[in-house]
């Protein structure tokens, strides 16, 4: 949900025409506003940001909805630490 300075909704059809327009005018691929809310959800959990508090941001009502939406990102989080870790595991040996 967008809103103005004053706290008053925005409607989402304003955001979306505006959109619109800005990506014609400088020449940008067409995107829907939604596209913003799975980059902060993307950008959360590659940040390392718990999926409750995920969830919560996104207003799911439940981690489980998120863990279901990205489990992508969250393969691929998961797959950074375990690289993090052998890392780690591996300098040790050699020193």
Request: hydrophobic share 40%.
């Amino acid at each position: 949900m967008f809103t103005q300075d004053n706290g008053d909704r925005i409607s989402p059809d304003s955001i979306t025409d505006w959109l619109n327009k800005f990506s014609a005018a400088n020449g940008l691929p067409h995107i829907h506003p939604h596209a913003f809310r799975h980059t902060a959800a993307s950008t959360m959990i590659a940040n390392g940001v718990d999926l409750v508090t995920a969830a919560n941001e996104l207003g799911h009502s439940n981690a489980t909805i998120t863990a279901a939406i990205y489990a992508h990102q969250i393969a691929e989080a998961k797959a950074r630490a375990e690289e993090a870790r052998f890392d780690v595991f591996s300098r040790r040996k050699r020193a």
